[in-house]
């Protein structure tokens, strides 16, 4: 039911975008089974994407396959024009894309201060030896890391907590944790799996108003995964859905939301 | 015989095709062991995911145990003369091995393993390289080490003395009737020196080497040893100690125990089922305390039986530090075959066994406690589950 | 919850003048340790292990880098001290006296060709553990020092299972103490800047570190090569120190000591590494050296003997149940335990007494301290393992600021 004013809205976006990622008919198999098939989507510069599906569509994967856990088996995925596929975690961290995780994955005993300074470490430019000597190049590098990471922590409204241990936070600061170490790598591209789980109709306010303050403030692109539905169909300007690996829909929420497919992939896991 | 000692590299490599047979059951013998020892590791590793580094110290206590049985029947090392040992003997030393090391089993986990069961696994290890200490050092204190004591081989009952004689290949009857035929030759040669000699009055070094009798004495012996080792070199033989004979035969019927205890009863069933997931079996109702000291009286008496019968029929001298190396060798049969999996360590024993016998026979003997290692890095760098274990993905 | 920190460059003046106090400290200390070796000519044996001591500070310390602070579960560190020790002497035989070469620039030299040696085998030992984690690769690093030193009984050039006499012998009582402090310090500066922070990533998350964009591989592989060069460096030290080295020295249990040494510290932390290393080297030489009042041996008797086990059996069982049980303030606590110490000691005298009515026990000779010994070191490793395994000083490090929020923190919580 797109009126015209959002399909112009629509247009205009296409005309002045630049992609940064798109996914050509990624697959990926494990054994015998084919966890995501032929899935193919393009982001734009910008823009807030939201990924659903009901469990076990292969959400995650996609994840793994773009941030380099997995090698997709075919297929390529382009960011900023380059094929990164099969590159590592850590190269394709580096190239610019950062990730936060379903099931949180913090450095639990370090402070969230540091854990925010190691995301901003892949950005360093003195030596190991400068380190190991505490020569002062390390030394005020070190200083400025620190300095950044605290003004991110600001942002995410975690500076109150900087010296606490990571693991004691409780579960919603360690969600807006993740995605502040996410952020300090400095990424073009962010991606978010499940943000809001496990949070309060409050928090997830509070974290949609975050996420598309990254989008908006700090210019940065946004893919995310997300359960909740209202959330997702709030949030996000566009969305792909997957079932089973493959894409069954795609295109703005309201689209989306009146799929016959979508409706049919959700109902039917719930009656399951 | 096959010589490929030509090179610098393969110095000291020597394959002897006729020996090998005999090797590759040694191989096996010690690897029998090798494995029982594994299961206890491997049982233990699998529920609790401990590297239970005191497990040789308990194979070390059973010997010690079946050892001072011995000595209550009698069968000390100074003992004279005395009568062979009994079956019963053998049953109640095996047994006596068992519990003492069940018992010492079941109280290290209670006083040292279960009050670590929450901590990192880094301390849990330390706290068992103490208890392996501990009971080494511990051991110097009170066991009789100086020199090594070995049980006597008394204890035997007579109908397993001796040994099986396989030939697997027989020697050429036509070199047998001669060697028959140059044996007597030999004697009637030395019978006419000694004749000679007792009428002459002479001593036989102070006869020329070329006289005639001495010389055709020194003849006939020397075609004996020719015929000999061509008899050696042509025949295949392999010989079993009969005592060894049972002691693998009672390894068999313990390790089909112990399957059938695993696959086929309740006790069993709780094992892998902790094995598979020890929180969620606790959430299941399942009793893990009681299935965690379980695991190591099984496990704990399996290295018992393990130790009796190395002390018995192998006769290894004991001392407080001889469980280590052992223990070691058995933990890598654990890994080789994939550590929690019954029938990998029973695999990774063997291996370990025959890849020991293997390195001695190809003259490398001395390489002989470094080849598990060996195996172990190169099994573990290609597969690392190990051989029959699956390794697991991290999922993220 | 504590405030927003201010994050502020350090001046100048403190910067640098924090360092050049530091340095000056580490000279006089060394300059301290070589001194002593006057007032204590006719105590050759303390001195000796005083110096010996800095050795283990070394292996602890630099074993702390690779299985604490990156937590690669590494237990053969012996290993790489045997090659350091081996390289060293085996050039010093066959090269010194060919050289013009003062003894002690020989001896840094010979340190450096040490450690580069144990740090290739570092590289070797560290790239298996790109593929393995935990108990795995702690069995294969095991494995590694096993081979090496079956390895070197069997090479007659080095002398086989009989030892390699190192000539000249050559005693550097400051060069020892000074890798030590050298070591404590490229592993404190490493954690005080941003580059000590991936490593500690790994420890935590390897997954998340390499999204982060941490290479994990390079991380590990420097962990183990750093690690292993002191190592080898400590070894070069201990060769011509000692002047004599055989495979023995370098069995596995010397890997195991240093392990312990490692975690009874408390994993990561340096402080704990080094106060740990110092306590346990000097223990069972302290024990060795402990005398009657006739100056003989001191003998144990076998009812103090069963007396103490039963004694820390019970303090134990006591002490876990005060640390687990009991929820009261601090002081309180602290104070519980100094009670439940007590009642051990006065339990001991108790059993002691039982036992020694019993015929068998007291008309046992009992057993030289020396025996002892090593039953000792592993009993104190079991009970420091059992009342706190997080190590002594878990993950904290010694610093004037740490010490003061512990007495701050107590105080708060006091009120």
Redesign the interface.
């Known amino acids: 039911m797109a009126n015209t004013a959002e399909q112009e809205t629509q247009a205009t976006l296409d005309e002045s975008a630049t992609p940064i990622l798109e996914l050509a008919d990624a697959t990926i198999k494990f054994g015998g089974l084919t966890a995501v098939d032929s899935v193919s989507f393009t982001l734009n510069k910008g823009d807030l994407f939201g990924l659903i599906g009901p469990n076990g569509a292969g959400k995650?994967t996609v994840f793994?396959i773009i941030?380099g856990?997995y090698k997709p088996t075919s297929g390529d995925i382009l960011f900023n024009g380059r094929n990164i596929a099969g590159l590592?975690?850590?190269k394709v961290?580096?190239l610019g894309i950062?990730?936060t995780?379903q099931n949180i994955?913090?450095?639990?005993?370090?402070s969230v201060?540091?854990n925010v300074?190691?995301?901003?470490?892949?950005r360093?430019k003195?030596g190991?030896f400068s380190?190991?000597?505490?020569l002062?190049p390390?030394?005020?590098?070190?200083?400025e890391?620190?300095?950044k990471a605290?003004d991110l922590l600001?942002v995410m409204d975690l500076?109150?907590?900087?010296?606490?241990r990571a693991a004691d936070l409780p579960y919603g600061k360690q969600r807006r944790l993740e995605i502040a170490?996410?952020m300090a790598?400095g990424p073009d591209l962010i991606l978010l799996d499940e943000p809001a789980a496990g949070m309060n109709p409050q928090e997830k306010e509070a974290l949609a108003t975050t996420v598309r303050r990254i989008r908006d403030d700090f210019d940065k692109t946004v893919l995310l995964i997300e359960h909740d539905m209202r959330f997702v169909m709030n949030l996000c300007e566009r969305i792909v859905v997957l079932d089973h690996g493959v894409e069954i829909s795609a295109g703005t929420p309201d689209i989306v939301r009146n799929d016959p497919k979508v409706i049919e992939a959700y109902l039917g896991e719930e009656s399951e | 015989m096959i010589d490929l000692v030509t090179s610098g590299a393969l110095a000291g490599l020597s394959l002897d095709p006729s020996t090998l047979p005999q090797q590759l059951v040694n191989g096996l013998l010690i690897g029998a062991i090798y494995a029982l020892i594994a299961l206890g590791y491997t049982m233990v590793y699998g529920v609790l995911r401990l590297i239970n580094f005191a497990h040789g110290e308990v194979f070390m206590l059973g010997a010690y145990a079946a050892l001072f049985v011995s000595y209550g029947f009698g069968y000390t090392a100074d003992a004279g003369d005395i009568a062979g040992g009994t079956w019963t003997l053998l049953a109640i030393m095996l047994l006596v091995s068992m519990i003492s090391c069940a018992i010492v089993g079941a109280v290290i986990e209670f006083f040292a393993y279960r009050p670590m069961r929450n901590q990192t696994r880094i301390a849990a290890l330390i706290t068992a390289i103490g208890v392996s200490l501990l009971i080494q050092y511990g051991g110097q204190l009170f066991l009789p080490a100086q020199p090594p004591p070995s049980i006597s081989e008394k204890v035997l009952p007579a109908d397993i003395r001796g040994s099986y004689d396989f030939n697997l290949i027989s020697p050429d009857p036509q070199l047998e009737s001669d060697l028959a035929a140059a044996k007597t030759a030999a004697d009637a040669a030395d019978s006419e020196l000694e004749k000679m000699l007792t009428d002459t009055g002479q001593r036989e070094f102070d006869l020329e080497p070329e006289h005639p009798l001495r010389a055709a004495k020194f003849e006939t012996i020397g075609e004996v040893r020719s015929l000999s080792a061509e008899i050696e070199n042509s025949s295949v033989s392999v010989t079993v100690p009969r005592g060894q004979a049972v002691m693998f035969g009672t390894v068999v019927l313990l390790m089909t125990l112990l399957w059938w205890l695993v696959m086929h009863t309740r006790t069993g069933r709780a094992m892998r089922a902790a094995s598979h997931d020890f929180d969620s079996a606790s959430l299941m109702g399942i009793n893990v305390n009681r299935v965690v000291t379980i695991t190591f009286i099984i496990g704990s008496a399996l290295a018992g039986a393990g130790a009796m019968m190395n002390a018995t029929f192998l006769r290894t001298p004991l001392t407080p530090f001889f469980g280590f190396m052992p223990g070691v060798k058995a933990f890598v049969a654990a890994v080789l075959g994939g550590i929690g999996n019954i029938p990998g360590a029973v695999l990774g024993g063997f291996v370990m066994g025959l890849a020991e016998t293997l390195v001695v026979w190809a003259g490398y003997g001395q390489y002989k406690d470094a080849v598990a290692f060996v195996i172990l890095i190169v099994i573990l760098l290609f597969r690392p589950g190990g051989l029959l274990g699956s390794s697991k993905v991290e999922k993220v | 919850m504590n405030p927003a920190v201010e994050i502020q460059k350090p001046s100048l003046l403190k910067f640098w003048g924090s360092r050049v106090i530091s340095a000056i400290a580490a000279i006089a200390f060394c300059a301290g340790i070589q001194s002593l070796g006057g007032p204590l000519a006719d105590n050759e044996f303390l001195y000796r292990i005083i110096v010996l001591s800095g050795l283990y500070v070394t292996l602890a310390v630099s074993l702390n880098l690779i299985n604490g602070i990156t937590g690669q579960f590494s237990i053969g560190h012996a290993a790489f001290y045997q090659v350091g020790a081996y390289t060293a002497g085996y050039l010093t035989v066959r090269m010194f006296s060919t050289q013009q070469i003062g003894e002690v620039p020989w001896l840094i030299l010979m340190c450096l060709v040490g450690a580069a040696a144990a740090a290739i085998t570092g590289l070797i030992v560290g790239l298996p553990s790109l593929r393995l984690k935990g108990d795995y690769l702690a069995i294969v690093t095991l494995g590694f020092g096993e081979i090496i030193r079956i390895i070197a009984i069997n090479i007659d050039e080095v002398g086989g299972a009989y030892g390699l006499s190192i000539v000249p012998k050559i005693q550097s009582p400051w060069l020892i103490w000074a890798l030590a402090i050298l070591c404590i310090a490229v592993c404190r500066n490493l954690l005080k800047t941003a580059h000590g922070l991936p490593f500690l990533a790994v420890r935590e998350d390897e997954v998340a570190s390499s999204a982060m964009g941490v290479s994990t591989t390079k991380i590990k592989v420097t962990a183990f090569v750093i690690g292993s060069s002191f190592a080898g460096a400590a070894g070069a030290l201990l060769a011509h120190y000692e002047a004599f080295i055989t495979p023995d020295m370098f069995k596995m249990e010397v890997s195991f000591i240093v392990l312990t040494m490692v975690v009874i510290g408390g994993t990561g932390s340096i402080t704990g590494s080094t106060v740990a290393a110092l306590a346990l080297f000097l223990l069972p030489e302290w024990l060795r050296g402990l005398k009657e009042a006739n100056g003989d041996a001191l003998v144990v008797s076998a009812p103090q003997l069963l007396g103490a086990t039963l004694a820390i059996i019970a303090y134990i069982a006591l002490a876990r149940r005060v640390r687990d049980h009991y929820h009261g303030k601090p002081i309180q606590k602290a104070g519980f335990q100094f009670g439940v110490a007590a009642a051990s000691l006065v339990l001991f005298f108790l059993f002691k007494a039982v036992f020694a009515q019993i015929g068998g026990l007291a008309g046992h000779e009992g057993w030289e301290i020396n025996s002892l010994r090593m039953a000792i070191f592993a009993a104190v490793l079991i009970v420091i393992m059992l009342l706190r395994p997080q190590g002594v000083f878990g993950h904290h490090e010694f610093s004037w600021a740490w010490l003061k929020s512990l007495f701050v923190k107590k105080k708060q919580e006091a009120s």
Request: aromatic residues 6%; contains cysteine.
């Open positions: 995650t793994n941030t856990v590592k975690p850590e961290a580096q950062c990730r995780f994955r913090l450095f639990g005993s370090l201060l540091e300074v190691v995301g901003g470490f892949l360093k003195t190991l380190a190991l000597a505490l002062p390390a030394v005020n590098e070190t200083t890391l620190r300095k605290m600001e500076a109150d907590v900087a010296q606490s170490r996410a790598t």
